[in-house]
Nanobody, 122 residues
Framework: QVQLVESGGGLVQAGGSLRLSCAAS????????VGWFRQAPGKERELVAA????????HYADSVKGRFTISRDNAKNTVYLQMNTLKPEDTAVYYC???????????????WGQGTQVTVSS
């Protein structure tokens, strides 16, 4: 089982940027697709970005295309989410998660991180 720990969340003004990190331990992350999900209060957890094990494939939700970039450094066993031009509607708890299925979904996730809060003020 791979263990995941997110970091990098915080409070930022609209239009600003944040970079989230997801550090893995226990297993090599290159064997997994990794997704960044988010959950806002009262809403379902949704996939915003995903990277295949090799990093050659990526997937983005329409709401973040052109603003968010997922990347991974398998040598460091870490996946990143660069978030630019942030909007108040991006406010949520962000989770990284590992799956053996491409494209990952909530149903196929077998390891979740604890989450990191991102708050975007207007």
């Amino acid at each position: 089982q791979v263990q995941l720990v997110e970091s990098g969340g915080g409070l930022v003004q609209a239009g600003g940027s944040l970079r989230l990190s997801c550090a893995a331990s226990g297993r090599t992350l290159s064997g997994y697709a990794v997704g960044w999900f988010r959950q806002a209060p009262g809403k379902e957890r949704e996939l915003v970005a995903a990277s295949s094990g090799s990093g050659r494939l990526t997937h983005y939700a329409d709401s973040v295309k052109g603003r968010f970039t997922i990347s991974r450094d398998n040598a460091k066993n870490t996946v990143y989410l660069q978030m630019n031009t942030l909007k108040p509607e991006d406010t949520a708890v962000y989770y990284c998660a590992a799956s053996s299925v491409w494209v990952p979904s909530r149903a196929t996730i077998h390891s979740w991180g604890q989450g990191t809060q991102v708050t975007v003020s207007s």
